[in-house]
């Protein structure tokens, strides 16, 4: 019942997303996702290279 005025906020939001005009950095945001991006991949690459099931050989014998 007390939606009305979250709804028309959410409206209000969207419409200003959507029709005003942003200046966006294209270069710096290259660059954020190209530094981010490879450091994340190494430490990914990492966490799955890892045998989560190593130290239980020992509780098995």
Do not use: I, N
């Amino acid at each position: 019942m007390g939606r009305g005025r979250a709804k028309a906020k959410q409206t209000k939001v969207a419409r200003e997303l959507k029709y005003s005009s942003h200046d966006t950095d294209f270069d710096a945001l290259q660059r954020e996702l190209s530094s981010s991006s490879s450091d994340d991949r190494h430490e990914d690459d990492k966490r799955y290279d890892e045998d989560p099931y190593d130290g239980y050989d020992e509780y098995r014998r």
